[in-house]
């Protein structure tokens, strides 16, 4: 053998017992912790078996595998009736659970992750799962090799029941949270920012989710604002305000407000339930009611009157002997159930705007006018108007002409029946003019004409604009109300002595607008 040989033997040889020393200090390094844990293992079991928690062991090496019997019990197992091995624990893993669970704890006895501690499902003897929170330690060599593993398992499945119904219990206030029909919200009591708002909430202020919102932006006024405030911190809350708040937009509305403050987490909490709708039904209730006191006096009235004077007129014709007298009270007799029948028909004109709808029909101005006019002519007495009439109608008009008919026989019969007695030449100027979707109706004259303080209540109902009147005060409010109902609209002008214009904007129905309401 050469030196060579010799040097390669002696370096391997060397090598060798380095390898054994490592291996007997290892060993050495196993066999004290297999003898600290004989010597302890009673009362380690003793004390694993009187706990609460469930223990567990695995010697790596040897593949030994310690449980407790709390272990065993908290599945509903006795002692012998489940293998104590570590595929046990496998076989019993919730299947939407293995996979997660199995991965952490390899991944923990490899090193690539610091600390083991998990929660998942075991299956119990009944057949039902329990939730257990599981915690282990390692012990590893010098290179970090794990060669052993102990820890705990203890049984949460209460807690993650109630876990459970608590997150049920948030999943449905969120769920009333944000579907809820009223607006709801949290503010900042300090600075008036809007912490969190709901759908509802954010559809009332016309905001999106993610605007910067403070409630300061929506009061009317700052009064409004500091008189809500002084209410809530006084009282600690607020119930059932109707207030008037502000959009982003500007445009106002109506709302029914709650809110309560607290103090300790300067927050305020807030309900909004919008009553634009309620308020104006209300203050329209209120109108028609007034209305209707007023119609019931008035109606009451005027059909009285007529009657009355018939009566009269009656009690005069049986005394009167003369001809000619007798044919004076009858015409007068006559006047008066004209009047009667006139107001008949206009209180019928009320009834039946307010119920039927009839069918949408082609329109042709220049007739309906022509119609208008001939009826008049042959009622009125005296020097007539001259009747100017202009009618642009390149587009055909559909629409209701029962309701057309009221608006233009009212308006053409009051420009004819109140012209000036006064002067030599009076007129009436009649001018339609069409367009796709709307119509335009001027009538314009010369006449009598309205004073000032007298305009802004000719509409309303047994109001008489002119002390020459004889009508029933009810024409130019049914005007406005068979408007209205066609969702059109009316302006008027007027100087005394000067004349009036009346404006009428009307919209057209279309076939499909027909089909939509019926």
Known sequence: MNVSSQADLQLEIKQLKQQIKELEEREASRAAYIHVIENDLQKYQLAANGANDGLWDWDIVSNEVFVSEPWKKMLGYTEREIDSSILAWETLLHPDDRERAIKAFYDYLENRIDHYSLEFRLRHKDGTYRWIASRGTALRDRN???????????????????????????????????????????????????????????????????????????????????????????????????????RNDGTTFWVNYSSVYYPKENRIEAVLKDITDTKQNFEE???????????????????????????????????????????????????????????????????????????????????????????????????????????????????????????????????????????????????????????????????????????????????????????????????????DKMKGDIKVESKVSEGTRFTVVLPAYSEEDEETNA
Do not use: C, W
Request: aromatic letters at 8%.
């Open 144 to 246: 970090g090799i794990a060669y052993r593993i102990s820890g705990s398992h203890t049984d949460i499945t209460d807690r993650k029941r109630a876990e459970e119904v608590i997150q049920n219990s948030i999943n449905k206030y969120r769920n009333l949270f944000q579907n809820s029909l009223v607006g709801m919200f949290r503010t900042a009591a300090d600075t008036g920012e809007i912490l969190e708002a709901n759908a509802k909430a954010l559809e009332l202020f016309n905001a999106s989710e993610g605007d910067k919102l403070y409630t300061t932006n929506f009061y009317t006024s700052e009064t409004q604002r500091l008189e809500m405030m002084e209410k809530l911190l006084s009282h600690g809350k607020v119930e059932n305000e109707e207030m008037l708040l502000k």
């Open 285 to 483: 209730l209120q109108k028609v009611n007034f209305e209707l006191d007023n119609f019931v006096y008035h109606a009451s009235h005027d059909l009285r009157s007529p009657l009355r004077s018939i009566l009269g007129l009656i009690h005069l014709l049986r005394s009167e002997t003369d001809p000619s007298g007798r044919e004076k009270i009858i015409e007068m007799i006559e006047g008066s159930i004209h009047r009667l029948d006139s107001l008949v028909v206009d209180l019928l004109s009320i009834s039946r705007n307010n119920r039927v709808n009839d069918p949408k029909v082609s329109i042709n101005f220049l007739t309906e006018i022509n119609n208008t006019l001939t009826s008049f002519y042959t009622a009125e007495e005296g020097p007539m108007p001259e009747i100017l009439t202009r009618v642009y109608q390149p587009y055909e008009f559909r629409s209701d002409l029962t309701r057309i008919r009221i608006v233009m026989n009212n308006i053409i019969s009051n420009a004819i029946k109140y012209r000036s007695r006064e002067k030599d030449y009076t007129y009436v100027e009649i001018v339609v003019k069409v367009e796709k979707e709307k119509v335009t109706i001027t009538v314009s004259d010369n006449g009598e004409g309205i004073s000032e303080e007298k305009l802004e209540n000719i509409f309303e109902m047994f109001y008489r604009a002119s002390e020459s009147s004889e009508g029933s005060g009810l024409g130019l409010y049914i005007v406005k109300n068979v408007i």
